[in-house]
């Protein structure tokens, strides 16, 4: 049977994810990675974009589950339902202003590290609480609009040989707002003329390790210094990776028009090769993208 959605599961305790996983797998979903962290869960998000996040508050790492929400809503327009042991007042009210799709308490679906929990083969009146709700939230989800993003990016405008040079007056940081970049690679502009011969394809020499490229839609190349890794979990939600050296912008305006026979895609002045590896996301944000422009 087809699968209902793909659902990422913010929990810190590996016990309970496991226990959310099962329930949700037996209903049809496919679940996420482990992401214990705010940072873990933006990463997972870049890798494979959720249609759903179930969302616990006491997190691991600097951040909560109230500050990820808030990223959720404004930035990546995920609908999200928290699933918390905090079942006081004060906790649900400031909860509010991250605009929920709901909010359960893991008293409602039993779940707990203490106490087991049996997982029935009839629907049980407590995970029919939680599915209605996810059904419910994404269904409502789909007439919302992708909001705007107008955060930057730091870049370099000359390549950084080395740590020395960032005290260096040549060396100067501007920010670069994430909509007029193109993508982000690892490739240089100098083409590597014994590979291209081999390959029979042209090839760019790279960059020195942990270092890529910010290229604008304007044409305009900057050095960032992060690997696609790091930068696949800084990227709003129209950035996806498309191959080992690639992330790309599915903007609306530049990017829905660009694919050529599902297997590459035209950016800026580039024609890139879209990777068996990462193809079914990337069609899963084109369609993303494509429905809400309907």
Partial sequence: MKTKAHILVVEDKSLI????KMILKEHLYTVDAYSPSVEEAVGNINKKHPDLVLLDIDLQGEHNGIYLGELLKKEYNIPFIYVTDYDDDLTFYESLKTKQGDFISKK????????PIVIQTKPHLDEKRLIRSIQ???????EEPIPIIKENILVYVDYIQNTKDLNSKTIS??????????????????????????RKKTTYKKLERNNARAYTW??????????????????????????????????????????INGKRIQIADQILEISDRYKAEVEKRFEMLYERMK
């Fill in 17 to 20: 994810y496991k226990r959310l």
């Fill in 108 to 115: 409602d679906i039993n779940l707990s590290e203490e106490d």
């Fill in 136 to 142: 419910t939230v994404l269904e409502q989800h789909k």
């Fill in 173 to 198: 940081q501007v920010p670069i707002p994430f909509k007029e970049v193109a993508y982000f690679t690892t490739n240089t502009e100098e083409i590597d003329e014994q590979k291209t011969e081999e």
């Fill in 218 to 259: 304007l044409k305009k190349s900057y050095i960032v210094p992060n690997n696609l890794s790091v930068i696949l979990k800084k990227v709003p939600h129209q950035f996806v990776r498309i191959s080992d050296d690639y992330i790309v912008n599915l903007d609306n305006e530049f990017a829905l028009q660009g694919r």
